[in-house]
């Protein structure tokens, strides 16, 4: 996408970043700021929210975002993605979960569970992963999912959309990106089935329709539903940018109030690809361009803005309907406020000299965790330090997610 400046003055960000979207459903967002999923980890361990949890979300509504989203939300403790993931079912906290919703949703914003499923790469010291496709690879091991288990699927998330309905949540968002169990589905890497649920687009693509089917007849037609999806998995073999363009064909079929457009997978071994994100800038912006000739469902844009002029270019130039960042909101929970302010002011990201396999991840993480215990001026781990951290919290909650799920997890 070729980039024009807009030149930026107070009528540019109120017509830009703060003019209000509404979506499909009738629901109108406040202003274009989106707080991206991110895995905070602040379960209690039992799949139950708390209230660090609370504070988190409140530091992001406080700081004046029209949307924030909690990144990995389970229907089922059976295939967590971590053992602080919150899990939606019958056995949930209600009252935990109301006080997430509510304070999550201060000043205007929306907050809304990002629904999933880990599938292949659920957390194994409490899972025994499942996908759409047997796998045994040296560093990748998961049974094949059968059809029941698949036809199973559409309600489990319809369950979880609804209990987050009844406990104040402003919307859901539908994870099929990044790797997880429904963006298995649309991968060849991972899906190598042969039957309805696998081989052509439209077969990858047909249980997250029958999942976006029992959602919206779940929770009926003026609550908003999202969904989060790959342009690329940036892995060869994986899912590409003419797959996914494809599939953003099929959405604007469906009921879906908004389209999260992202990247990339991990799968072990597999080398990338051709399709990749766009230099330093914003990663997905040509892809979303692109897309957005093909439906009128809103889309947006997650991964790379990291200065105010991009997210108001990315808007004005129509590549996108709103801009949705993580790391800089972590950095600083009030940027929304601060880009929709005559004086601005762009997140300073930190730089690290090494960068040991999840080690950025865990310092985030740790980084979400001082901010929902108000103590982020404190905050000074170095990645050693938050992964050492982040490992042996998730090693004690392992101990916790059985005591409260131990039958299940004997079952696996």
């Keep these: 996408m070729k980039q024009t400046m807009t030149k930026l003055n107070p009528s540019n960000l109120a017509e830009t970043l703060g ?86 949703s201060i ?14 790469l659920s957390y194994l010291p409490v899972s ?8 045994d690879l040296a560093e990748l091991q998961c049974e094949g999912m059968s059809i029941e288990d698949i036809e199973a699927l559409p309600a489990m998330y319809a369950n979880a959309a609804l209990i987050a309905k009844e406990a104040g949540f402003g919307g859901v968002q539908i994870h099929a990106g990044h790797g997880f169990l429904l963006s298995q589905f649309l991968s060849p890497l991972f899906n190598r089935r042969t039957d309805g649920y696998g081989g052509s687009v439209e077969g990858r693509f047909r249980v997250v329709h029958e999942v976006i089917e029992a959602v919206r007849e779940a929770v009926g037609d003026a609550f908003p539903i999202g969904i989060k999806i ?16 494809k599939m953003i064909g099929i ?73 949705s960042i993580g790391r800089g909101m972590a950095v600083n929970p009030s940027l929304a406020n601060d880009w929709l302010s005559a004086e601005g002011g762009d997140p300073k990201l930190p730089r690290f000299a090494i960068n040991p396999p999840g080690g950025v991840t865990a310092w985030y993480s740790m980084r979400l965790t001082a901010l929902a215990e108000d103590n982020e001026d404190a905050f000074d781990l170095d990645l050693k330090s938050a992964m050492s951290i982040y490992d042996a919290r998730d090693e004690a909650r392992c101990a916790e997610w059985r005591q409260a799920f131990g039958r299940i997890v004997k079952e696996l």
């Design 19 to 104: 003019k209000p979207l509404e979506l499909p459903c009738g629901v109108v967002l406040k202003n274009r700021m989106v707080k991206a999923a991110m895995s905070d980890s602040l379960g209690d361990g039992c799949g139950n929210a708390t209230d660090a949890q609370s504070r988190l979300y409140e530091h992001w509504a406080q700081g004046g975002v029209a949307l924030s989203l909690i990144g990995e939300v389970q229907g089922t403790p059976h295939y967590p993605e971590k053992p602080g993931n919150l899990v939606l079912n019958p056995n949930s906290d209600i009252e935990a979960l109301q006080d997430l919703a509510r304070r999550g």
């Design 107 to 120: 000043n205007g914003a929306h907050l809304w569970p990002q629904l999933g499923h880990a599938g292949a």
């Design 128 to 135: 025994k992963p499942k996908g759409p496709s047997a796998l």
């Design 230 to 245: 790959n342009s690329t998995d940036q892995l060869e073999g994986g899912l590409t940018e003419a797959d996914a363009m």
């Design 251 to 323: 959405l604007d079929q469906t009921s879906i109030d908004l389209i999260d457009i992202s990247g990339g997978t991990y799968f072990p071994g597999a080398p990338a690809s051709s399709d990749s994100s766009s230099g330093s800038g914003p990663y997905f912006i040509e892809f979303a361009q692109r897309a957005k000739q093909i439906t009128g469902i809103p889309i947006i844009a997650t991964g790379g803005f990291k200065t105010r002029q991009q997210a108001i270019d990315a808007i004005a130039n129509g590549a996108v309907d709103m801009v």
